[in-house]
């Protein structure tokens, strides 16, 4: 059991570059969430899905696109890459108000 | 939700029981209090919760106080993996997929050789 699974670790972008941030879980949990978390800040909702096919905004959605085409996978993409964008993302599987993470992807766009 | 209060920062030497506390005076009957932890630079980790009664699991052990205006989280035998910034969340016990996840600040507790 996996638990979830995120690629890659570490990435660098340049301004305007696009990309595909990976999010997988084995659990079969329906829930399943992006977060980015900024240098000593809190998590923040980017977007979150509550099953195949459902998709909704969080907090901070701007920039970012999702899919949920399997209950397994819910990638994350940066349409066009900004600084601000620089943070480490996590993604989340939830089960009943338990949250689980993945290992996190560090992303630093210059 | 309610708020919740925590020390910044814990120490505990290694081998002991960790204790970490938390406020939540203005807590609901519905919510439950929640721990995570957050080990430098990995995504957190859920550890426990519990609504009034006490709970345990193989990570650790959690006590709320009869009026439920506190908790305590033991850590029953420290390690120096256990060092990380532990976050006390109260919350209605639901599915946060579309809810913010407010960690607020939490405690670092640093295990001592």
């Known amino acids: 059991n996996a638990g979830v699974t995120q690629t890659p670790k570490f990435q660098v972008l340049k301004t305007g570059q696009s990309m595909t941030l990976q999010c997988a879980q084995d659990?079969?949990?329906?829930?399943m969430s992006w977060y980015r978390q900024d240098p000593g800040m809190g998590l923040r909702l980017i977007h979150y899905?509550?099953?195949?096919?459902?998709?909704d905004q969080g907090e901070v959605p701007n920039g970012y696109n999702v899919s949920r085409s399997t209950t397994e996978d819910f990638p994350l993409r940066l349409l066009s890459a900004a600084p601000s964008q620089t943070s480490v993302y996590f993604c989340?599987?939830?089960?009943?108000?338990?949250?689980?993470f993945g290992p996190g992807t560090r992303l630093t766009v210059t | 939700d309610a708020k919740t209060t925590q020390p910044p920062s814990m120490d505990c030497a290694e081998g002991r029981a960790a204790n970490l506390p938390c406020n939540h005076s203005?807590?609901?009957?519905?919510?439950?209090v929640y721990w995570y932890r957050q080990i430098h630079s990995q995504g957190p980790q859920y550890i426990i919760h519990?609504?009034?009664n006490n709970e345990t699991n193989e990570m650790a052990s959690l006590i709320i106080t009869e009026d439920r205006k506190s908790s305590t989280l033991i850590l029953p035998h420290a390690t120096l993996r256990d060092t990380a910034v532990y976050y006390c969340?109260?919350?209605?016990?639901?599915?946060?997929?579309?809810?913010?996840?407010?960690f607020g600040t939490g405690t670092r507790l640093t295990i001592i050789p």
């Open positions: 989340a599987s939830t089960r009943g108000g338990e949250q689980y």
């Open positions: 659990m079969n949990h329906e829930y």
């Open positions: 899905s509550v099953g195949a096919g459902i998709t």
């Open positions: 203005t807590i609901s009957g519905n919510e439950y």
């Open positions: 519990g609504l009034k």
């Open positions: 969340i109260v919350r209605v016990n639901r599915n946060f997929g579309n809810e913010k996840l407010t």
